[in-house]
């Protein structure tokens, strides 16, 4: 038991705290009004953790992701597709498996 004495006396020192008056000390109403409400807002903002691992935000990964290549195609070519706006690549992408005779990606979009 003394061993124990010692430790905590040494951790004190270390920390520059008297544990003995910490754990002495008796939360009172006062102190619980310090702890922030916590409502929707907060829950959106919070990072959930599942198994003490954060759990990321955004969009999911996909079952089946894309590979990134690179690849050189017409200048024209990537124009034309450009000028479509957002999604060009996608639409390249289609064009191909159109092109090669795969079947039509059926991905749902959000």
Same mark, same amino acid.
């Given at each position: 038991?003394?061993?124990?004495?010692?430790?905590?006396?040494?951790?004190? +020192?270390?920390?520059?705290?008297?544990?003995? +008056?910490?754990?002495?000390?008796?939360?009172?109403?006062?102190?619980?009004?310090?702890?922030?409400?916590?409502?929707?807002?907060?829950?959106?903002?919070?990072?959930?953790?599942? *198994? *003490?691992?954060?759990?990321?935000? *955004?969009?999911?990964?996909?079952?089946?992701?894309?590979?990134?290549?690179?690849?050189?195609?017409?200048?024209?070519?990537?124009?034309?597709?450009?000028?479509? *706006?957002?999604?060009?690549?996608?639409?390249?992408?289609?064009?191909?498996? +159109?092109?090669?005779?795969?079947?039509?990606?059926?991905?749902?979009?959000?």
């Amino acid at each position: 038991m003394s061993a124990r004495k010692n430790t905590t006396a040494r951790n004190s +020192k270390r920390i520059h705290s008297d544990l003995k +008056k910490v754990d002495a000390y008796v939360l009172t109403q006062a102190d619980y009004d310090e702890i922030p409400e916590l409502t929707e807002e907060w829950f959106k903002r919070a990072t959930m953790h599942i *198994g *003490g691992v954060p759990v990321p935000r *955004g969009r999911p990964k996909a079952a089946a992701p894309k590979s990134a290549v690179s690849l050189r195609l017409d200048p024209d070519v990537i124009a034309h597709f450009r000028r479509g *706006g957002r999604g060009w690549q996608s639409r390249i992408n289609a064009a191909l498996r +159109k092109a090669a005779k795969l079947p039509a990606d059926k991905q749902k979009k959000a």
